[in-house]
């Protein structure tokens, strides 16, 4: 005959042991983000997205422009490779990562 002690220890283990993988993963977490200045003439502000590569080290390997609100795309694709991130983690181990990033410009007075 097993204890309820017993029962109630095993049972907390198997749901530990079952907990799924990804419940461990962190995504990567923006560290420095050095801005582009407004490009000379624009009227508006505007959107951009990028696919952007995190290394485990944090550093963006990769960067290219998915939606462009010309000339914003190419200001912050080339901007965005100077970024640094703390690296996403799988568990406790740094990995790569890709992700799509949003940006959004807004002219101010200045």
């Keep these: 005959m097993i204890s309820g002690s017993r029962v109630r220890a095993a049972f907390v283990l198997s749901v530990m042991l079952s907990a799924p993988v990804y ?8 560290l420095s983000a050095p801005v582009p200045a407004s490009p000379l003439g624009a009227q508006s502000g505007g ?3 990028l ?12 960067a290219e422009t ?3 609100f010309a000339p914003f795309g190419d ?5 965005v ?6 690296p996403a983690r799988r ?4 990995v790569t990562v890709w992700a799509t990033l949003p940006v959004r410009f807004e002219l101010t007075d200045r």
Excluded: C, H, K, Y
């Excluded at 490779?81 to 703390?86: M, P, V």
């Excluded at 568990?91 to 740094?94: E, R, S």
């Design 23 to 30: 419940a461990q993963n962190t995504p990567p977490r923006l």
């Design 81 to 86: 490779r100077g970024w640094q991130f703390e």
């Design 75 to 79: 200001l912050m694709r080339e901007a």
């Design 91 to 94: 568990g406790p181990t740094p």
């Design 47 to 49: 959107i951009a997205a």
């Design 66 to 68: 998915v939606q462009d």
């Design 51 to 62: 696919d952007v590569t995190v290394n485990a080290s944090g550093a963006v390997t990769a």
